[in-house]
């Protein structure tokens, strides 16, 4: 007979703290009311509960004691410079004066070498303490050299990819006077509508976080005295991804348990992996907004992890409070913000407009004013502005080298995904006689994606698919028709599906390049339909009504509905918005020169009215079930995606043998001191060409104390093999794989007796299963 299935009430359980938590780290603050200056002290204003040790604290203290309240205020103040304008222009008068007054702390959205050292020269020449600005700019996939979406840079399943393209970016930024970028975001998402799901990682905390903390250490590097790292910054804190109906900026209401299971994750390891500066989210957090959310940004953020960075707004946060109908005015918003753990003010000045009056009247502390300036100096002092403060105007990275666009258009075919390839029609030989090639970004330079430096675009557009297939084929005949617009509808579509109609019937095979225009996907840029933009779809089908071989490349910032053109379509590459080396990287993958290996990072659902659609959600009481209507499913359609999350095809075979546990059953004690469990699988490429393949090990803690996900990733490894190659692939499991945060605000990290499956394959849907128990 089975194992009686216990009560979770009766079952003992094992609390294990999380990774640097001490016995009071999670600690309710009780006593002084909502926002008050008593309640910021009580939540560590000093900066001294949990936070790592300061190496520049004598020189910050020093200085310190030599700053007017003004000027303490002013390091707290971020103003926003614009690209194209060199000091001495007269809109640039207030940032100007504000340096030489010394009541500015930082400038954002300024590069340039020649002009960050005027705008630095002020500062630090004219202004009583001569302290150095900090030059702060969003470089997200690339400043000059622009490697693809972070969405797309998550499918490679290869961490190293994000690196890569924060080692590049860090040089050439650096280079350029930039000391410190808003980027990595790491907000984990479910809502493929909201458009910055382009700058995620895409549906899951843990692939999430490997991606977060390789593009931390890409940025930061061993440290800043060469001077080509910048200061990294994990955003949005906290759970921005959860914004209601996909729409930026909304609410978020959001379980204790959620927020630390799917949201945080990827925060903490980034914190662990020394993150300089944390950026707060635009989003109410159950009610809190996040700018104002002292449970986030001083209990968990400084109090539990002991991140001692600084913490900055984003653009108007702190004014937001008011819009929130949290803060009153102003005064108000500066008291909140300050109160709750935020250190810097970006673009607006209701903290240094209102700072003293705020101390005069004890609704702020000067503690907590000194531990937020404290913040501020270390992160200069650790860079090393105070000892140098300028960039060599002669060495600026003024373009993109070899070595970074090859860089470039690795990670960008590395990151493609094969959705189908029905009958082998990929990869094209180059030998081919004739192709047509469709499609409004068969010959577009839109390719770059959402969040480019504006100047980057203009001087280093994306390589064309048109111009690298004929380079990639030069002995093909290769025919060009638009067919539609991108985004609209246009009187003249109908003549241009016809002409692409007519050239897909006279060529061998046709190549149909169709998707999102960048601007539809980034911040502000939510989508209520997810279908191809205007009349792409009507293009597709009539290419397919052709019955001439065809391929589907497509080129987006999130994932699309596909209607009902997939099912005609015979081959479909997921290209996502690929960067600067865009065409040569496609070109690589249909003519082969690539093997695609990607691996889709989120869901793809078959229509909007089915979202959210994720992999790693819930069971319920009556779980899908094909053949009874009366469970969780939809009269219309199944509840299961287009394509799953982890799905990726190969123009080879890859066969995975039965997977092993190396033992079957482990003690909570043991896991609690350390201990893991292994599991292995052997992976063999059973194809005719060399190929990547990324082996997936998913977790489901079958009876536990708060419903679990069905499924959890928690290792994943991306192996390449010859034809006919193998090898074995091994994870450990640990404590935290196999438990999970509670309800409790105080941050309870659980890992309870009972049975565990082990998933193992090549995608979210993997069959192959382990039985775990943990004693």
Not at 498 to 525: I, N, Q, Y
Request: aromatic share 6%; hydrophobic share 40%.
């Amino acid at each position: 007979m089975p194992e009686p299935r216990r009560r979770p009430e009766l079952r003992r359980r094992t609390v294990l703290s999380a990774i640097g938590v001490t016995a009071a780290a999670g600690a309710v603050v009780t006593g002084p009311s909502r926002g008050s200056a008593g309640a910021a002290d009580a939540t560590g204003a000093t900066g001294t509960t949990g936070a790592r040790e300061r190496p520049y604290g004598s020189r910050v203290r020093d200085l310190l004691g030599r700053m007017t309240p003004d000027e303490k205020l002013g390091q707290l103040q971020q103003l926003p410079w614009a690209y194209d304008l060199n000091p001495g222009s007269g809109s640039t008068r207030e940032v100007e004066d504000a340096a030489r007054s010394g009541r500015l702390g930082s400038v954002l959205s300024v590069f340039g070498a020649r002009t960050t050292n005027a705008l630095q020269r002020i500062a630090v020449e004219e202004s009583r303490l001569g302290i150095p600005l900090l030059f702060g700019l969003d470089v997200i996939h690339g400043f000059w050299t622009t490697f693809p979406i972070p969405l797309a840079q998550a499918a490679s399943f290869d961490p190293e990819v994000a690196r890569a393209d924060a080692r590049v970016s860090a040089k050439e930024a650096r280079s350029n006077g930039v000391h410190w970028t808003f980027s990595p975001m790491m907000d984990v998402t479910h809502e493929p509508r909201w458009g910055r799901i382009a700058e995620s990682g895409g549906e899951d905390p843990y692939l999430t976080a490997r991606f977060a903390v390789a593009k931390v250490e890409g940025y930061q590097g061993s440290g800043y005295g060469a001077k080509e790292t910048v200061a990294a910054c994990a955003k949005h804190f906290v759970a921005y991804g959860g914004a209601e109906g996909g729409r930026d900026y909304n609410t978020v209401d959001v379980s204790e348990s959620r927020l630390r299971n799917l949201h945080l994750p990827p925060f903490k390891a980034a914190s662990d992996a020394r993150v300089a500066t944390v950026m707060a989210s635009f989003n109410t957090i159950s009610g809190v907004p996040a700018h104002g959310n002292a449970h986030t940004l001083t209990e968990i953020l400084r109090d539990e992890w002991g991140f001692g960075g600084m913490v900055v707004s984003d653009w108007s946060g702190v004014q937001e409070l008011i819009a929130h109908g949290f803060a009153e005015d102003g005064a108000d918003a500066a008291r909140l913000a300050l109160n709750a753990g935020v250190d810097m003010e970006m673009t607006s000045t209701h903290l240094r407009t209102n700072g003293r009056a705020l101390l005069r009247a004890g609704k702020i502390t000067q503690r907590r004013v000194d531990d937020a300036v404290a913040r501020v100096l270390d992160l200069k002092l650790e860079l090393g502005l105070f000892d140098d403060p300028y960039v060599e105007e002669d060495a600026a990275v003024t373009k993109p080298s070899a070595g970074a666009r090859a860089a470039a258009r690795t990670a960008a075919a590395r990151s493609m995904v094969l959705l189908k390839n029905d009958g082998n029609v990929l990869p094209l030989a180059a030998s081919v006689r004739s192709l047509a090639l469709v499609g409004p970004f068969a010959d577009s330079a839109d390719l770059l994606g959402t969040w480019v430096l504006p100047a980057a675009a203009e001087r280093f557009p994306a390589v064309k698919v048109l111009d690298a297939v004929r380079r990639a084929a030069p002995d093909t005949k290769v025919t060009h028709v638009r067919g539609v617009d991108p985004v609209g509808r246009e009187a003249g579509d109908a003549d241009g599906i016809d002409a692409a109609v007519a050239a897909a019937k006279a060529a061998d095979v046709t190549v149909v390049v169709v998707g999102e225009p960048a601007a539809l996907s980034g911040e502000a840029a939510a989508r209520s339909d997810l279908s191809l933009p205007g009349a792409q779809e009507e293009l597709v089908a009539a290419i397919a009504a052709t019955g001439r071989p065809f391929v589907v490349v497509l080129v987006n910032g999130r994932p699309l509905t596909t209607g009902d053109w997939i099912d005609a379509a015979p081959a479909v590459l997921e290209a996502w918005h690929p960067g600067t080396e865009a065409g040569h990287a496609i070109a690589d993958v249909l003519f082969g020169t690539v093997n695609p290996g990607g691996k889709l990072p989120v869901s793809f659902p078959r229509t909007v009215g089915q979202l959210p659609v994720h992999y790693n959600h819930e069971s319920t009481g009556r779980p899908y079930a094909a053949d009874n209507k009366f469970t969780s499913t939809y009269l219309d359609l199944p509840p299961t995606p287009q394509f799953p999350f982890g799905f990726g095809l190969s123009y080879t075979t890859f066969a995975l043998g039965a997977p092993r546990l190396g033992r079957g059953d482990v003690p909570a004690a043991a896991l609690r001191a350390g201990d893991t469990v292994e599991v292995a699988v052997d992976v063999r490429n059973t194809g005719s060409r060399p190929g990547d393949e990324v082996v997936q090990l998913y977790v489901h803690d079958v009876a536990a104390s708060i419903t679990q996900p069905v499924r959890r990733l928690r290792g994943f490894k991306r192996v390449t093999l010859a034809a006919g190659a193998a090898t074995t692939v091994r994870f450990r499991l640990g404590a935290d794989d196999l438990g999970f945060w509670t309800n409790d605000p105080r941050g309870r990290f659980l890992v309870e007796e009972g049975t565990f499956d082990l998933y193992v394959g090549t995608s979210s849907t993997a069959e192959a299963r382990l039985s775990l128990k943990v004693t």
